[in-house]
C-alpha cells in the first residue's frame, strides 16, 4: 500500500517514546515496556502516508516505518520504530530529496546507547486506558 509513499509522501510523526511488550520467562503476560530517548527529548518516527479523495470524503492513511532492532530493543522485540536523527528530519520531509536508496539509509537502527526502556504497568493493555501514570517505572509509584 505504501511501495510508492517512500518518494513523495513522507512525514514525521512526532512521539516521546513507544511501548513494545517483552516475553518474561516464566510469565504468562509479556512485560510492557515503555521505551524513550534517555534525553527525555521528543523525537520523530520516520513515516509515510497517503491521501486520495473518494467523492465527498477524503481518506489518510499514515503508517510509522519499522527497522532492524538495535541492541536495547533486540531482547524485547524482532523490530523497532525508525526513528529519525535530528540531522536527518530536513532531509527526510524534503520533496526534492527521491533516491530511494538514500532515504532507505536514514531509516537504521537508532542507537541503543541513546535509548532507555523502562518496565511499565500492565494497565497500558488496555485500549481505554490513558494518563501519565502508564509511563511511571513500575515501583515507583
Known amino acids: 500500500m505504501f511501495r510508492s509513499s517512500i518518494g513523495k509522501w513522507r ?3 512526532p512521539a516521546d517514546g513507544f511501548y513494545e511488550w517483552q ?3 516464566g510469565q504468562k503476560q509479556k512485560q510492557p515496556m515503555y521505551v524513550r ?3 527525555g527529548e521528543i523525537f520523530g ?13 477524503g481518506t489518510s492513511t499514515a503508517v510509522i516505518i519499522t527497522t532492524d ?3 536495547l530493543i533486540m531482547p524485547i522485540h524482532n523490530r523497532m520504530p525508525a526513528i529519525l536523527l535530528p540531522e536527518l528530519e530536513a ?8 533516491d530511494t536508496s538514500e ?3 536514514m531509516l537504521g537502527s537508532y ?3 541513546q535509548l532507555v526502556s523502562i518496565p511499565v504497568s500492565t494497565a497500558v493493555n488496555a485500549a481505554a486506558s490513558e494518563g501519565p501514570e502508564l509511563i511511571v517505572p513500575i515501583g515507583s509509584s
Not at 518516527?45 to 470524503?57: C, E, H, I, K, N
Not at 532531509?91 to 527521491?98: G, H, K, S, Y
Open 69 to 71: 532492532p538495535n541492541e
Open 111 to 113: 542507537p541503543a546507547q
Open 103 to 105: 532515504l532507505l539509509a
Open 91 to 98: 532531509r527526510w520531509l524534503n520533496p526534492e530529496a527521491t
Open 45 to 57: 518516527f520516520a513515516g509515510l502516508y497517503t491521501s486520495r479523495v473518494d467523492g465527498v470524503d
Open 37 to 39: 530517548l534517555k534525553s
Open 23 to 25: 516475553t518474561i520467562p
Open 11 to 13: 512525514c514525521i510523526i
